[in-house]
């Protein structure tokens, strides 16, 4: 069976702080997928990254980056100067190969950015 | 741009009711999903399906049916709606396979309230 731990419930931090939204996964399969989604006020999840298991490259997309190591099973995911419009829920997700592509949860971070 | 549109909002019932839940994505995806948000559980699956007329149970089916007739438009249907049905309804969709294909795109979700 697969499941996502996100630990941290909440966070609050002040502008321009930095901030990592941690992930533990765990999973059976050897071929996997792990994702970030932002879920904005509005209520819609946006796609944010998508990582194999057999990549585990670190990702740098402007104050986004996301850390792999597969050897502690963790997603980290950091905000760099953070921002007002960072305030959200962040989840962490996690699939396996197979028909379907069922996505299997973390109970998402609220991360609230104060100016 | 992937766009998955979901048919109410904002949508308050009475226990008993009969309720429908309509989501329609316009990229020509295989897969469709139906989740549930609550606080502190994340998203939980109730139905996927991986073509026209298919569908599967996910992980809290139970109250629940769907209905897929055309290959854009999914539907959850609640028979008989119940207070603790009262959620937050999020529809998705994605193309069939793993990595990049199978990433997952969300509709605005649809809160509902049973009264």
């Known amino acids: 069976a697969q499941k996502v731990t996100q630990a941290q419930t909440e966070i609050s931090v002040v502008e321009k702080e930095d901030v990592t939204l941690d992930c533990v996964y765990e999973?059976?399969?050897?071929?996997?997928?792990l994702f970030w989604y932002k879920q904005p006020p509005s209520g819609e999840l946006v796609f944010l990254i998508r990582?194999?298991?057999?990549?585990?490259q670190n990702e740098i997309s402007g104050r986004y980056s996301w850390n792999f190591q597969k050897s502690t099973s963790s997603f980290n995911f950091t905000i760099t100067a953070s921002q007002v419009v960072d305030s959200a829920v962040y989840f962490c997700?996690?699939?396996?190969?197979?028909?379907?592509?069922?996505?299997?949860f973390g109970a998402g971070t609220i991360l609230r950015v104060k100016s | 741009d992937v766009k998955v549109t979901q048919s109410s909002r904002y949508l308050v019932k009475r226990t008993g009711e009969k309720v429908f839940l309509e989501c329609v994505q316009d990229?020509?995806?295989?897969?469709m999903f139906w989740y549930r948000q609550d606080p502190g559980l994340g998203l939980r699956l109730i139905y996927f399906?991986?073509?026209?007329?298919?569908?599967e149970k996910g992980d809290i089916p139970e109250g629940y049916s769907v209905s897929r007739e055309k290959k854009e438009r999914f539907s959850l249907i609640l028979e008989s709606a119940s207070t603790n049905q009262t959620s937050m309804y999020l529809c998705?969709?994605?193309?069939?396979?793993?990595?990049?294909?199978?990433?997952?795109?969300f509709g605005p979700g649809t809160r509902l309230t049973v009264l």
């Open positions: 399906s991986y073509d026209v007329k298919m569908k």
């Open positions: 999973t059976r399969d050897t071929t996997y997928y």
């Open positions: 990229m020509d995806h295989e897969n």
């Open positions: 998705a969709s994605s193309r069939r396979g793993g990595g990049r294909l199978g990433t997952q795109y």
């Open positions: 990582r194999n298991s057999f990549d585990e």
């Open positions: 997700a996690l699939s396996v190969l197979e028909y379907g592509n069922k996505l299997v």
